[in-house]
């Protein structure tokens, strides 16, 4: 299948697989997702490969129903209960802590397989990772704990910043805690940070020429499900004001941005379509162990180093999981 049919047969805030005749039995998935369709496509492909390894196919034994909040947090409470009454086997959640804390307020007996990328037990949604308990689990990446390694990259990209600027989504429950550590690193590395929050796509314009008149000399983009789904225009912004800038995955290095670092995204989403699988199978969620995402990337694109004027030093070319010329 094409990538660009896939994306179709996914978009929508809410798109349902439909059932074949004589399949009523057909179990439902229900996916619900904090970002939009086409940026996270390779997510539910993930996802898929994952339900594949436990021997489900959509359209032969399971069904999947999906519903988008494309950076709206705020739909998500509607879509947790639409799923819940429309009584789907299982919740599989995507796009953080906001989307898996509405299907925890929806339901204490449908299970739910999360995804995220900040500690599941600080906001309360398992006991523990090892023994998670009641009827959530899934897998986290903890990319939200990697700023401070991000801006050391940074560092050594870009040696003599000293006037460093993070954008973050002041909508996403993530945000306070990242800010936080950033602005600890940056005193350990005695750079001034400045941090903008634009609400959406419309202020983007406005925060970059903040940017320019206070001559912010690199920047880092949050871990966000709203910005990853507009990573086209951060980027496209970035070489625009020509800003080295470093992101939370490869994704948006692949999209043209300078550098990332991060766990790996899709591999998450496939150990959560294992997880879905399994439960369908009747695996009880408190007996599977939150996944914890072993695998950090370092992503580099030389020809936006070559573009923006920098070189890249051979030690951190070294380290890289993935070099883009």
Same mark, same amino acid.
């Given at each position: ?10 978009g929508g805030a809410a798109a349902a697989w439909p059932l074949a005749a004589g399949a009523q039995a057909m179990p439902v998935i229900g996916f619900m997702h904090a970002g939009s369709p086409g940026p996270s496509a390779e997510q539910v492909e993930s996802f898929l490969k994952g339900l594949a390894e436990s021997g489900l196919t959509v359209g032969q034994n399971v069904a999947v129903e999906y519903h988008w909040a494309e950076g709206r947090y705020d739909r998500l409470p509607a879509f947790a209960a639409d799923l819940v009454k429309r009584r789907v086997a299982v919740l599989a959640v995507g796009g953080g ?19 995220? @990328? ?5 906001? @309360? ?22 700023? @401070? ?33 950033? *602005? ?28 320019? *008149? ?32 470093? !992101? ?5 290095? *692949?999209?043209? @941005? ?16 294992? !997880? ?15 996944? *914890? ?33």
């Amino acid at each position: 299948m094409k990538r660009r049919e896939f994306i179709t047969m996914i978009g929508g805030a809410a798109a349902a697989w439909p059932l074949a005749a004589g399949a009523q039995a057909m179990p439902v998935i229900g996916f619900m997702h904090a970002g939009s369709p086409g940026p996270s496509a390779e997510q539910v492909e993930s996802f898929l490969k994952g339900l594949a390894e436990s021997g489900l196919t959509v359209g032969q034994n399971v069904a999947v129903e999906y519903h988008w909040a494309e950076g709206r947090y705020d739909r998500l409470p509607a879509f947790a209960a639409d799923l819940v009454k429309r009584r789907v086997a299982v919740l599989a959640v995507g796009g953080g802590p906001a989307a898996v804390l509405a299907a925890k307020a929806a339901t204490t007996t449908i299970p739910v397989v999360f995804v995220s @990328g900040d500690d599941p037990v600080k906001y @309360g949604l398992v006991a523990s990772l090892n023994r998670p308990g009641g009827n959530i689990t899934g897998a986290v990446f903890f990319n939200v704990g990697l700023a @401070g390694k991000r801006l050391e990259l940074l560092r050594e990209l870009v040696p003599t910043a000293a006037l460093v600027a993070f954008i973050v989504d002041p909508k996403n429950p993530e945000t306070e805690h990242e800010t936080r550590d950033l *602005q600890a690193a940056a005193r350990a590395l005695a750079l001034r940070l400045d941090v903008l929050s634009p609400k959406d796509q419309g202020e983007f314009d406005t925060a970059f020429a903040k940017l320019a *008149q206070q001559k912010i000399e690199a920047l880092l983009i949050a871990s966000s499900p709203a910005l990853f789904g507009w990573r086209d225009r951060l980027v496209a912004l970035a070489a625009h004001h020509s800003l080295p800038t470093i !992101y939370p995955v490869r994704e948006w290095v *692949q999209a043209g @941005g300078l550098a990332s670092y991060g766990n790996s995204i899709p591999d998450a989403y496939r150990q959560s379509g294992v !997880y879905a699988g399994r439960i369908l199978q009747g695996t009880q969620p408190a007996d599977l162990p939150v996944v *914890q995402s072993t695998r950090f990337e370092l992503a580099i694109n030389l020809k936006t180093a070559k573009t923006l004027g920098l070189t890249v030093p051979p030690s951190l070319l070294a380290r890289a999981d993935e070099v883009i010329e």
